[in-house]
Nanobody, 125 residues
């Protein structure tokens, strides 16, 4: 069992940066792929980025096209924490951001077994 708690969301202006954190409790954090998803009002949840576990590609990362070059996902296995550094934020990045953990490596929400409660990111134009 893994419990995830996100933090770091807030209200920012377009062009600003934020760093989201996802603190995990439970065993074997390094065994999980860690992903970030987001859901804007009236829209479906969408994949943002993920980072592989230590045994699969040594922390290989994948990004949605909409955030590539602006967002960076990382993890610190010693701290059981995953991060999402978001730069040059745009109005369209406004959403609730969710952290998720999986023993697989996918871009679909159903690939993930554990979810955090979400943190709100609001970007004003």
């Amino acid at each position: 069992q893994v419990q995830l708690v996100e933090s770091g969301g807030g209200l920012v202006q377009a062009g600003d940066s934020l760093r989201l954190s996802c603190a995990a409790s439970g065993r074997d954090f390094s065994s999980y792929t860690m992903g970030w998803f987001r859901q804007a009002p009236g829209k479906e949840r969408e994949f943002v980025a993920h980072i592989g576990h230590s045994y699969w590609g040594g922390g290989r990362t994948t990004y949605a096209d909409s955030v590539k070059g602006r967002f960076t996902i990382s993890r610190d296995n010693a701290k059981n924490t995953a991060y999402l550094q978001m730069n040059d934020l745009k109005y369209g990045d406004t959403a609730v951001y969710y952290c998720a953990a999986s023993l697989r490596m996918g871009v679909n929400g159903r690939d993930y077994d554990y979810w955090g409660q979400g943190t709100q990111v609001t970007v004003s134009s």
